[in-house]
């Protein structure tokens, strides 16, 4: 098991009741395939981006820490890259 940190950006076209919800959902992607648990989750709110990202100026920003096997990370990359309401996410491996 190592520990990770992952930085989600979700698009405000969603609530954010809605942006929770596919935060939480992919929460539930890392105990899942992953065999994860979860550390920490700090919501950040909706947040002006640095640049546009497809015509958009601002998203809901999510950092999630947990710790999970690290064969689980590409599948979990893959089911992000497909979400339309994703707009970046970057895992990082942390230190313990």
């Known amino acids: 098991m190592k520990n990770y940190e992952l930085m ?3 698009s405000p076209k969603l609530t954010e009741e809605e ?3 596919l935060n939480e959902s992919i929460l539930n992607m890392v105990k899942e395939q992953g065999n994860g648990e979860i550390i920490k989750t700090d919501p ?3 947040r002006k981006l640095a640049y546009p990202i497809n ?3 601002e998203a809901y920003y999510f950092v999630n820490y947990f ?3 690290p064969s689980a990370v590409k599948p979990i990359k893959n ?3 497909i979400n339309e309401h994703v707009l970046r996410h970057m895992f990082i491996v942390r230190d313990k």
């Open 8 to 10: 989600v950006i979700i």
């Open 19 to 21: 942006a929770n919800k």
């Open 44 to 46: 950040w709110g909706l």
């Open 55 to 57: 015509k958009m100026q």
């Open 67 to 69: 710790s999970m096997e």
């Open 79 to 81: 089911q992000l890259n």
